[in-house]
């Protein structure tokens, strides 16, 4: 009798014994399923991109943008850079030391300013400008004031000039301050109790702590916190605009709708997208393989350290001023106004206003903390240069102004819809006309396009905190990786995914651009009010509007202090 042999399935080794094979891992389809959601995402600035390529690869003479780049593109790009240096400095300057003070320190009115610290978030910033252009103009209050208390007149005296570039970046940072706040403080919680103590017993100061061993752990929640504060700022255009700053921003809009050349429009948006891609890879490449996430989950609280004297209530005049400045302020001059001059239209006439806005920024938050998650829990577990190139292009929307992703929202839409109704005439005769162009399914689309990077950015510093060892635990003990980041990592993320939701909340409610080129005929939101007031110089009567956004963007911020207080 013959004997067959088989082939065996593994291959031998000199030993005799088979070698083993590392297992190759199976990316799950929720995991894949990220990188559909980012190129959907993406769409309207790879619809930016494309706009920006065609000139050049047609040939055309591309008269507008030949002009630009001679005459208006190096003050575009260094207005930018100064505009954008500044309010980062100032910007994660205030975050991070207030965010330190507030968890680590005791001093009179810590607990109301924890508070407080988070409700500049929900002012707008353009209603932040007008309101103290309004104050510090030649004919505002203030410098009248000072006239009549001195008998000069106007020009005789020194003030500092609000419609300037240093106003504009003042402005942007007073209102974008808490993008740093919320993330590093949550790090700041985060932190192992064991290093900041050890550091105290060698010797070290309060501040030397902070510098040498806090400040650095809490490096990704500062970057994420900057970066957000920048694209801000290099997107802006309200501000700016009435501030007469001529950024890459003002320089696309002339462009666009001065000039009527969409490519050149587009390839300024495609210069903009660039700087901010090259600052946040820089950052990103500076932190090397270094790892911030502690080397334990057993550690007793933070013990705040009481301050006296001179130091105390130096801590509350720090942490007290950025709420002054772009809270209180603003908000009470906008109060005053609406008692004398607000708004003739009657209360219930902003229902309407109100619940849009509402409706509109709720489903974005929703949507944009969910894809945020898919797309940092993907990234995380199943690491490779394509997850790593769709989160960052689906980030970039934050940086290209609001207008310009309408624009880039309206043309993947008009197609789909163009190609349907072409499909339903063909086959049944039927006309569908626009299903999604000028609905309000475009222009959440178009908001989660401009804030999915906001939530990426929460999500990201969030997951970053978490121990890799928690979520190998729970798949060694039989969970599959969707049950393991539901029970183990989801509720540890809590945090992070609150934050980013507050933040795409807030965003929306303020979002202009976007809403007034996408939105349907019939449907106004409360920053479309007070633009329509605002750009007509009645001011008095937008306050009415402002203040609702305000009021109504207050709502969710109130809810993450809860939550915060809850963790804490």
């Not at 997107?235 to 700053?245: E, L, N």
Request: positive net charge.
């Amino acid at each position: 009798m013959s004997i067959t042999t088989l082939p065996s399935p593994h291959p031998v080794t000199q030993a005799g014994a088979p070698a083993r094979q590392p297992p190759r891992r199976r990316v799950p389809l929720w995991a894949r399923a990220g990188w559909l959601v980012a190129l959907l995402v993406a769409l309207p600035v790879l619809a930016v991109l494309a706009s920006a390529a065609a000139p050049l690869l047609g040939g055309g003479d591309n008269q507008v943008w030949h002009h630009i780049a001679r005459t208006n593109l190096l003050p575009y790009l260094g207005n930018s850079l100064q505009l954008g240096a500044l309010v980062a400095v100032m910007a994660a300057g205030t975050g991070v030391v207030c965010a330190w003070l507030v968890t680590a320190c005791r001093f009179p009115g810590r607990k109301s300013l924890e508070v407080a610290l988070l409700l500049p978030v929900a002012m707008p910033a353009y209603v932040c400008g007008y309101l103290y252009t309004w104050l510090l103009d030649g004919a505002g209050p203030v410098q009248t004031a000072i006239r009549d208390a001195t008998g000069l007149r106007w020009g005789e005296y020194w003030f500092p000039e609000i419609r300037s570039l240093p106003g504009a970046a003042l402005m942007l940072a007073a209102v974008l301050y808490p993008y740093v706040y919320l993330l590093c403080r949550a790090a700041f919680l985060q932190q192992s109790t064991c290093l900041i103590e050890a550091s105290r017993t060698l010797g070290l100061s309060l501040p030397r702590t902070f510098l040498r061993v806090a400040l650095p752990l809490a490096r990704p929640a500062l970057a994420a916190g900057t970066g957000l504060v920048l694209m801000e700022t290099l997107a802006d255009f309200g501000t700016v605009d009435y501030f007469a700053v001529r950024t890459f921003t003002t320089g696309i809009y002339e462009a666009w709708f001065g000039m009527g050349d969409r490519g050149a429009a587009s390839q300024l948006a495609a210069c903009l997208m660039g700087v901010v891609a090259l600052l946040l890879l820089a950052e990103h490449a500076s932190r090397g393989g270094r790892r911030y996430h502690p080397t334990t989950t057993r550690q007793p609280p933070l013990r705040p350290v009481a301050l006296h004297g001179v130091k105390a209530w130096a801590a509350t005049a720090f942490c007290t001023l950025p709420v002054l400045v772009g809270f209180a302020i603003p908000a009470g001059g906008l109060l005053w106004l609406m008692v004398e001059q607000g708004d003739a239209l009657a209360p219930h006439r902003y229902l309407p206003f109100a619940r849009n806005s509402l409706l509109l920024a709720g489903t974005t938050a929703l949507i944009g903390v969910a894809l945020a998650a898919l797309l940092g829990w993907g990234l995380r577990l199943y690491p490779s240069r394509l997850s790593r190139i769709a989160n960052r292009v689906a980030g970039l929307g934050y940086a290209v102004p609001g207008s310009v992703i309408a624009v880039g929202t309206l043309v993947p839409f008009g197609l789909a819809d163009n190609a349907l109704d072409g499909w339903m005439r063909a086959q049944f005769g039927l006309s569908t006309g626009l299903l999604l162009s000028g609905t309000m399914v475009a222009l959440v689309f178009a908001y989660v396009v401009r804030f999915l990077a906001v939530g990426q950015s929460a999500v990201e510093s969030g997951l970053a905190r978490l121990k890799p060892s928690l979520f190998q635990a729970a798949r060694t003990l039989g969970c599959g990786p969707g049950e393991a980041i539901r029970r183990v990592e989801a509720p540890l993320a809590r945090g992070a995914l609150l934050t980013a939701a507050v933040l795409v909340f807030v965003d929306t409610m303020k979002e202009l651009p976007a809403t007034l080129i996408v939105r349907p005929f019939d449907l106004d939101t409360l920053a479309v009010r007070v633009h329509n007031l605002a750009s007509d110089e009645r001011l008095a009567e937008a306050s009415t509007a402002a203040l609702l956004i305000v009021a109504v963007g207050l709502v969710p911020v109130l809810v993450l202090v809860k939550a915060m207080h809850r963790k804490d």
